[in-house]
């Protein structure tokens, strides 16, 4: 306690140095705690909408249509998809999560004229409401999918073909028995989500309807399941493949997200490589305490001096020059965690507009970037912030604590 009260008084003694001190490591905080909210933005919304509009956050297919996915196979569909949510529903450890079938499959649009490839997804209307969400998304004049023989389209896609509310939409694809299907559809409504895959190039059916149209049955290609909380996919992977296996039904395959396609790899070596960046910036913002400090060390040579002289142990001087750096970068610390917050705060409501940057790019990410807050992250960068101003005070304090008395004083 002795040698905080010491330590607080010394900083007064130049309160513009300690300020400079404190801003320059509350400016690093700001940034990093800025970054973590940006960067979390950016890929929730690339998981958000890679797991909602294609995978799921635990994806069961057949084994057959695992071996071809890329190519999005129809005649590998799962024969009875509905018994399959029916094995799932009330396991332990599910509670909570949504399940619904899904079909997705290349068709040749056309109107008039004008003819365009397109992506069609289907499921069940009520259970699209809580997976695609595109409901959220249809513009004034038109209504979500509520009947047999309506479609919703995205803007650019209904811009390209030429196709308003109310208009016919022809619909050519290959059958599930290789035979073509063909269908005519209502357009009832048009959908802007600012994800320019969706906005280009799909349209969105019933479930029943595609069943008819691709000749299917009662299957489907996937079921999906979205959990409360995608981190827990893996678990929840294992446990599906248990309760399937436990009834029956042989020949799926489940794959939480994490382990489908490219995204998940990109995002988890993204997260890793921002940690790094993270603790970079922090020790960048706080190596000016080691300047600062070596110069109070310099000046108070007479002083280190003095002190032990009169008994002062080493490893006490040691410890009350780094409690004057870890104070400084104690305060700049939690000034940079608040305001870095509160920023966050405002930036996840306002969100970063992207639209012009993005008008080239097809990744599966909002247009809109909304900022993450996260009071355990914000917890976390506040401390790294202290950690590293600990560390970068630590040689300076141990060059005060090993200096010779009697040579201190003289050279003072």
Known sequence: MRLLSMALRNLGR?????????????????????????????????????????????????????????FSPIDAAIPDSGAVIRALEGVPGLEGAVFAERIRFGVILSAGASSKAALGIAGDPAAERKLL??????????????????????????????????DTLKVLTERADYGMGFK??????????????????????????????????????????MLPDYRDADEAAAAMEKALAESGLDGLSVRSWTAMGDFPRFILMAESIYFWMYVIVAFLGAFIITNIMMMVVLERKKEIGLLKSMGMPNREVLALFLAEGTMMGLVGSAVGAILGLVLNVVMGKVGLDL??????????????????????????????????????????????????????????
């Open 184 to 225: 005519k559809f209502r357009v009832v409504g048009i959908f802007r989500t600012r994800v320019n895959t969706l906005d280009n190039a799909v349209f969105q059916i019933g479930l029943e309807d595609a069943r008819s149209l691709l000749a299917l049955g009662v299957g489907a290609q996937q079921v999906l399941a």
């Open 14 to 70: 130049n309160r513009r140095r300690t300020a400079l001190a404190a801003s320059s490591v509350a400016i690093a905080i700001l940034l990093v705690v800025f970054m973590q909210g940006m960067v979390g933005g950016f890929l929730g919304s690339i998981v958000k909408n890679y797991t909602k509009n294609e995978v799921g956050h635990v994806n069961i297919v057949t084994d057959g249509y695992r071996e071809r996915e890329r």
């Open 355 to 412: 639209t012009s940057a993005m008008s080239s790019f097809s990744w599966p990410m909002d247009n809109v970037v909304y900022f993450t807050v996260s009071v355990p992250w914000t917890v976390a960068i506040f401390m790294i912030g202290v950690a590293v101003s600990a560390a970068v005070a630590y040689l300076p304090s141990r060059s005060a604590a090993r200096m010779n008395p009697i040579d201190a004083i003289r050279s003072a």
């Open 133 to 166: 969400m595109l409901d959220r998304s249809v513009l004034d004049g038109g209504r979500y999918i509520e009947g047999p023989g309506e479609t919703i389209l995205g803007e650019a896609l209904a811009r390209d073909l030429g196709l308003g509310v109310g």
